[in-house]
């Protein structure tokens, strides 16, 4: 296949012969007919009609004849073409090379048409051989990112292409009527140029006489302007210098009010007192967010930033970027979408945290301007595509990160300008919403130092999509990223269901990468229909989305246990962990965050497979992520209490230990606690440390003296992080110690270090 049609997939239309002067006609007008049914502009469609009819012509002239093959062709970069393949079985061209190069004279024409052809299109290629005839494979390309012709849409232009060659010669008028208006428009366009020149002609006369004015003058202000050029360089440097040293400054003080804040939070503090508290917290997160955008911007601009090179993985990047959105993104009730293309590859050299910042950035942008909807992070390989004015080197390759949201969307007239510094779309943006108006900046910056660019694409309403290029090395770590599963469970027949579409795309190509044969429907009905019927064959598995229209996850599983017990991924958003317990009412359920990351995908199938040696065999997963499927397999008995007096810190601590799928119950001081632990049998406790009336030391002392519960696990939990505290807490009989403010990932450890260990 011709490298121009390698990433293409062709769809031929229709062939016609080409012997007769009328058959050129005719060809023509096919041609161009097609292009305007591709949305070609019209002087592009005259062009793809004259190459036509150039080349049908020369095999009339030198071939005695041929014939003509017209496809579409859809690539991978998502545009679409005109191919056109003439063929003839004459006797060769013999100076090709010479044609080719412009330097071939004759004196019956031959080669005029085919250099002129060549320079109408896109890509145009020629076969020839001495004696076996000539080959010419000449394509047009619709401009990149262009609307994309679906499957139905080449359908229709194949029917009615076929229908209008069978009408054969009855065409021929409406032909040669649609030739004259081509001829017609030429001579339009060519009256309105002539007219331009004349114009153009009287104004550079015009021009010339005070260019030679001001020549003299610009030149004797040349000096004075390279003269203030500098000093300003040197000003801005000096300004920049400075804002980084006080910005930096100020940075470290700012990071210990805001810790400080953080401990005196959780203590024993009246409602007015909290309320201001928070106030001071979120007024110095905001102002701390402000600090370090300057910081970056002022390192940027005084040239004190440089990108790290090391090696890195692009999905951990990317996937890590959900960790830190993910809580505003369940707050907002949207959906966060990862989706990295096959081509990217697994392993790069760059400056990882740099990138994360970029995506970060933009995700978090789109977070604050979408209310509803979706936000999705597409990642690709943009190599192939490079612009020949800026070639990539060898060893290297060119990234393109797409962060699409719903969100407001922003206006065409603005789309330049939010990227530079201290601008947002609007005036009251910065009042609505917030921010610096560095943020894009900083990406642009960042994007700049990656020998990258960013753009933007908005329908205002409608949504905006960033894009951004970045260029990395190539990694010398070769691992492959396609995930092995054991032979026993390749090649599983899995039921899919979403009502996301973007959805439907990741968890196709996820599963297909597992070696999974994967059958995808848009509604729980169709998919409960296809399982009844088992018109696809025997499914293996249920990947199931749990919040959809009509009839959700759990409804869908509910009907299927009625005759299976097939095992089953719920997929759903964080926020409401607490459902767990009525899919473990159905059994072999395993019940998953989105977005879930692909290795916690692959070990949760494998667990609800029973595939026990995997673990083993695969990378060691995300702490956090790993932890929550594990203690996600506990028993449906595991039950904690939490002992807590604070109703901010019991949402906090319920509210995370709910992640897990844990039942969980709360006492609000020592003497609850007592009662609760003689009524139900927990698997733990939390307890705090400070609790009015009661405390948590006394508690613990009393449940292990009076109530003898030597074996029931107390973790303490406390804001005293002195030296000593550790000690007073397990004197009196806790098992451990957890400090706060809590942290997920402690939470997590603590969780799995001690009810594990239990249960095995």
């Known amino acids: 296949m011709l490298p121009f049609l390698s990433s293409a997939t062709l769809h031929n239309v229709g062939e016609i012969q080409i012997q007769f002067e009328s058959d050129v006609v005719r060809a023509r007008s096919l041609g161009s007919m097609l292009a305007k049914e591709l949305h070609f502009d019209n002087t592009t469609c005259i062009r793809i009609g004259t190459t036509v009819s150039e080349l049908c012509r020369n095999m009339i002239e030198h071939a005695s004849g041929g014939n003509l093959k017209f496809s579409i062709a859809v690539r991978d970069s998502e545009s679409a073409g005109i191919v056109l393949v003439f063929s003839d079985r004459g006797k060769g061209i013999k100076d090709l090379e010479q044609i080719r190069s412009g330097t071939y004279q004759s004196k019956t024409g031959m080669g005029v048409g085919l250099s002129g052809s060549q320079r109408l299109m896109d890509d145009f290629h020629i076969h020839s051989k001495p004696g076996k005839g000539t080959t010419i494979t000449a394509a047009k390309w619709l401009p990149r990112f262009a609307n994309i012709i679906d499957k139905n849409r080449i359908d229709s232009i194949q029917k009615a292409f076929v229908k209008t060659i069978e009408r054969g010669d009855s065409s021929m008028v409406d032909t040669i009527n ?56 040197e000003a801005n440097k000096a300004k920049s210098e400075f804002l980084a040293n006080m910005s930096h400054e100020i940075r470290t003080p700012m990071n210990g009010i805001i810790g400080m804040l953080e401990l005196v939070l959780p203590t024993k503090l009246n409602e007015e007192q909290v309320q201001f508290l928070k106030m ?100 690709s390989n943009n190599s192939k595509y490079v612009q020949t004015d800026n070639p990539i080197p060898e060893n290297e390759f060119e990234v393109l990160f797409a962060i699409k949201d719903t969100g407001i969307g922003i206006p065409p007239e603005r789309q330049q300008s939010i990227f530079e510094s201290f601008s947002q779309a609007d005036a009251s943006t910065t009042r609505k919403f917030g921010g610096t108006g560095l943020g894009l900046t900083i990406c642009k910056n960042l994007v700049d130092l990656m020998n990258g660019e960013i753009w933007v694409k908005s329908i205002v309403g409608e949504g905006s999509t960033f894009y951004f290029t970045a260029r990395f090395k190539q990694s010398n770590i070769n691992i492959e990223e396609t995930k092995r599963v054991p032979e026993k469970v390749h090649g599983l027949n899995v039921l899919v269901v979403d009502d996301n579409e973007t959805n439907r795309i990741i968890l196709l190509e996820t599963l297909k990468t ?247």
């Open 178 to 233: 649609s030739q004259n208006n081509e001829l017609l428009y030429l001579l339009k366009q060519l009256q309105e140029r002539s007219n331009q020149i004349e114009t153009i002609n009287h104004e550079l006369e015009e021009t010339n006489r005070g260019v030679v004015a001001l020549n003299s003058e610009l030149e004797d202000k040349a000096t004075a302007i390279e003269k203030a050029k500098f000093e300003a360089e």
């Open 514 to 760: 597992f070696g999974f044969n994967p059958d995808i429907f848009e509604s729980a009905k169709d998919a409960l229909q296809a399982f009844k019927s088992q018109k696809y064959g025997t499914y293996d598995l249920i990947v199931s989305d749990f919040q959809m229209p009509e009839m959700n996850g759990y409804e869908m599983i509910c009907a299927i246990r009625e005759t299976s017990k097939i095992p089953a991924v719920v997929l759903t958003s964080v926020g409401i962990w607490g459902r767990k317990n009525i899919f473990k009412e159905l059994g072999n359920v395993i019940y998953l965050a989105k977005p879930v990351k692909q290795s916690v995908l692959l070990e949760s199938i494998m667990s609800l497979l029973g595939v026990s040696d995997f673990k083993k065999k695969e990378e060691k997963v995300d702490g956090k992520e790993a932890s929550l499927a594990r203690l996600q397999s506990l028993p449906d008995s595991t039950r904690i209490l939490l002992v807590e007096d604070n109703f901010i810190n019991q949402k906090v601590a319920t509210s995370l230990i709910q992640k897990t799928g844990i039942s969980v119950d709360v006492a609000s001081d020592g003497l609850e606690a007592l009662r609760a632990v003689q009524d139900v049998d927990y698997s733990l406790v939390f307890m705090d440390v400070q609790m009015p009336g009661m405390d948590g030391l006394m508690a613990t002392k009393e449940i292990r003296g009076a109530l003898k519960m030597k074996d029931l696990l107390i973790i303490a939990m406390t804001a005293n992080a002195m030296k000593g505290d550790k000690e007073k807490c397990l004197a009196v009989g806790m098992n451990d110690y957890l400090s706060k403010p809590i942290k997920p990932e402690e939470l997590f450890g603590i969780l799995e270090s001690w009810l594990l260990k239990k249960t095995n």
């Open 280 to 379: 001071a917290k979120d007024s110095a997160d905001v102002l701390l967010s402000l600090l370090n955008d300057i910081l970056d911007f002022s390192k940027i601009e005084a040239g004190q930033l440089e990108l790290e090179d090391i090696d890195f993985r692009v999905r951990d990047v990317v996937e890590s970027v959900s960790d830190v959105v993910i809580q505003k993104v369940e707050n907002k009730g949207l959906e966060l979408n990862v989706m990295i293309k096959k081509d990217v590859p697994a392993f790069l050299i760059g400056d990882q945290v740099r990138l994360r910042q970029v995506i970060i950035n933009l995700v978090g942008n789109a977070l604050k301007f979408t209310a509803e909807g979706e936000i999705n992070i597409i990642v």
